[in-house]
């Protein structure tokens, strides 16, 4: 069994690339190790403000810190052929060993439809990223054997090549899901998984299915990695943390899905009609740390190994420093 590490989540969507570069390392600095930075084209409200190109700026944080780094996560079918995912991994890989992991997911309206390409219901956009996952394992495995590869299937060909800058070791390949159905195919199919907090038996029920598809493959699933982002708004009061969490991150609170919704600004209209109690079983808000902690704790309970935490608000330093001494130090596997 994996031992706990508890990283820092670093939202491109709200500050600009170098002041998340700069959090990341003072994250590091204050006891989190590794960070995980989101794959967006766009924010999710126009109030956070900003999006950077995830690859540049994991890049430069292979740099300035010393953990691991991963995109979490990039959709590797809409934006990107799959080959172009691959190549940028396995790059990262090559230039910090055994640092980079490769975290997927079946994409959002926000950013992919900007290249203006037909939108698919879920189960479509759910097999594209399981094709896009073939075509990149594929690359991995044979660039690492010296050899060309090719691919033609139901949505994706790929003429006979290889990548010529490989790590020794291919990068992680990592899902990001909440639903059973493709918990099970990642089991089968990568080599690990990713979600968000969500009630504890939902969470679960997505182990159990991961599980399932991992045995069926001759997999042990005690040995694949599990990685949690969780969302939440501390701050020095109940009220301030209530505020950050209306105000930077309303999509929080939204109990619906939002993959169909392509604008920032559709988000910010629907974003008038979140509450307070929208939050609940979805991030908490708190200006105890000690109630951080042991909600935290319930999900390193359940079995995780890698947890990402982002605090909602502004007041990252604050939170970090808070965090990096009352909270992680009593974090345990």
């Not at 924010?43 to 740099?63: D, I, T, Y």
Request: hydrophobic fraction near 40%.
């Amino acid at each position: 069994m994996a031992s706990l590490t508890v990283g820092y989540a670093a939202m491109l969507e709200q500050f600009h690339p170098t002041e998340a570069i700069a959090l990341s390392e003072y994250a590091e600095q204050n006891g989190f190790s590794g960070v995980m930075a989101a794959d967006h084209f766009q924010p999710w409200v126009p109030q956070q403000g900003q999006s950077a190109f995830v690859w540049n700026v994991l890049a430069a944080l292979g740099e300035r810190t010393k953990g691991d780094i991963g995109p979490g996560v990039t959709a590797p079918h809409f934006r990107w052929h799959p080959a172009m995912v691959a190549q940028a991994s396995a790059t990262l890989a090559a230039m910090y060993p055994g640092r980079h992991w490769l975290g997927l997911g079946s994409g959002e309206a926000l950013n992919e439809h900007i290249v203006g390409g037909y939108w698919p219901e879920a189960p479509e956009r759910i097999n594209r990223m399981f094709e896009a996952i073939e075509i990149i394992t594929k690359l991995f495995t044979a660039s690492l054997a010296g050899k060309d590869v090719k691919h033609s299937g139901q949505f994706f060909k790929l003429e006979s090549t290889r990548l010529w800058t490989m790590p020794e070791v291919a990068p992680e390949i990592l899902v990001a899901t909440a639903g059973p159905v493709t918990a099970k195919r990642a089991g089968k199919t990568v080599d690990g998984l990713i979600t968000v907090g969500a009630p504890l038996e939902k969470i679960e029920g997505l182990f159990a299915k991961f599980d399932e598809g991992a045995r069926e493959a001759g997999k042990d699933p005690s040995s694949m990695p599990r990685v949690l982002q969780l969302h939440m708004s501390w701050a020095p009061t109940y009220e301030e943390a209530l505020t950050n969490a209306l105000v930077e991150w309303p999509n929080g609170g939204m109990k619906f899905p939002k993959g169909d919704i392509r604008s920032p600004f559709e988000l910010e209209q629907m974003a008038k009609l979140v509450r307070a109690e929208d939050f609940e079983g979805r991030m908490i808000i708190s200006a105890d740390p000690d109630e951080h902690r042991a909600y935290i704790q319930r999900f390193c309970d359940l079995g995780f190994d890698r947890v990402y935490l982002h605090n909602v608000g502004r007041n990252q330093r604050e939170w970090i420093e808070v965090f990096g001494r009352d909270v992680l130090p009593k974090l345990h596997r």
